[in-house]
């Protein structure tokens, strides 16, 4: 459920602003809560990819709505994060069709490197893993979702490039 | 090689964009239609073609698109049901990422038919950059004149805007799609009213899968009779099949309907056979929540029949012997794997998703998925195996929407065929125990051992 002290630097800059309207626009006038999901990921993706009361309060003044409707909905959907997340966040398909071409293990080995386990950051905040039901790539397995793209065919030789690139500030996580 | 209404011009460089789509002969059933149809003649034919949902339901599209209520004098919506999150299924994403203009070309020539002026595409949020490419292609499109006011001067208007979700698998039930759409939390809603009468903001509406949308523009080119050849009896057309598992050659690839199981999964054009060469145990043809077979169910029917790749035919059987087409996610498992640990898995599957609307899904999902865990675990109890049925038993029609029984089919499933398998865990724990995951030993191998204790 909703519940963390830490806050949040909220930032509603103008490029947001304008990206809020626009996707407002695409809704009749009186319908603007339809903008809801899109609404969030975009702020989500401007503010360190989690949403804090403030925030999502900060949503609901924008679309006209009472703060219950922003928070019944961002912790409904999985994509959403109430609290804040690595700056990386490898999210693992788990699901059965990936698991026979080896994910399992490659989570293991994953967590293994980082010195965490599923679900956990590392200390420095770089670095979440996690295990998300079906992402839609089970021919191209194991695979991971990494901000607004996918990573796929993997193995251990990929994912230690990968974190070498996370670390050298190589990887782009957000299509604007 | 069959025949290819979907991926006919894939592989043409660049056909990603509007210019090489256009130059293809992109759009010309927008221009057939609004120039030389009327809404009520394009719904003909799309009726003539036997089209079928490709979401997973197979209800025929046309006859879907005729219950939408004309009289009320309401705005009238299309949209298209992009959400593909069925454990084995990712065609949809394969087509709106190459070929993102053709969903657009079929979303405005159905909008069309359905008299909709405002439309969507609800796509699930980890496809992001698939949604960036489908608002650009929109942008492209609307430059070019094929949305908006005034469509080719005919007093059509269309908007046709891009809406994402954020990660939840009962947004691909319509009502969920629309609640979710309203900007709500994703719960279905009680039927009727359906959707036709009262969809999105309580207006009429049609839901329809990216697959089935994308082949209206060549039933419009060609026609709908012309449709109703391709495939066998009455499952027409092509479908598009994404094959994982242990084959040699996982992906998208679209079948005439009729294709047999046994070529699908052997000749090279298509899966190639199995990965490792190790024997087939067991498929699934249609997502994760028809029933699996196993190996001597696959190519033949019950009747001894060749299977083929068909509405019909993979059902032939009912649940018994049969499965269902579903979604076209054909996963494919070898000797190595466990299916009490692939039923445990799809049970964590569906207890993630359901939305805790009705008790018994909510409940039951979830007590199935630690009964399977605990035999997966080798803490299993003799008398579990009827546990899973009886709880399974009391989701399957007690729920308001199907993913009560998409959760309660493959446990039911998997017990009917691998019930030693059960037995075997449940028997033997400590020979199951510290396995490599998914990898356990052949079950062929250590079979023997629970037939002697049932002697």
Redesign the interface.
Known sequence: MIHTDQKQNINMTETLMNRINELISHYPSDKRKSALLPVLHEVQDAHDNWLSIELMDKVAEILLIKPIEVYEVASFYTMYNLKPIGKYMFEFCRTSPCCLNGTENLMDYTCEKLGIKEGETTPDGNFTVVGVECLGACGYAPMMQLGDFYKEHLNEEKIDQLIADCKDNKIILHDK | MSKKILLDKINIPGIKTYEVYRKNGGYTSVEKALKTLTPDEVVEEVKTSGLRGRGGAGFPAGMKWSFIDKKSGKPRHLVCNAD???????KD?YLMEFIPHLLIEGMITSSYALGAN?SYIYI??????VY?ILERAINEAKAAGWLGKNILGTGYDLEL?V???????ICGEETALIE???????NPRIKPPFPAVSGL?ANPTVVNNVETISAVPWIVNNSGADYANIGIGRSTGTKLI?????IKN???YEIEMGLSVYEFMNSDEYLGGMSSDRPLKAFIPGG?SVPVLPAHLIYKTANGEDRLMSYESLSDGGFATGSMLGSG?F?V?NDT?CIVR?TW??S??YH??S?GQCSPCREGTGWMEKVLHRIENGHGREEDIELLLSIQSKIEGNTICPLGDAAAWPVAAAIRHFRDEFEYHIRFPEKIKNR???VAEPFEKVKHLVSKVIV
């Open positions: 593909e999150s069925e454990p084995g299924t990712f994403r405002l699930r949020g980890e496809y992001m950059w960036k805007y809406h994402c979700g954020a990660g939840a698998y979710s759409l309203e900007g709500k939390r994703g903001w994404s094959a994982s598992g242990h996982p992906g998208v994760s996610g996963i498992y794997s692939n898995n799809f964590r599957f993630h998703e939305c490599d995951h998914f």
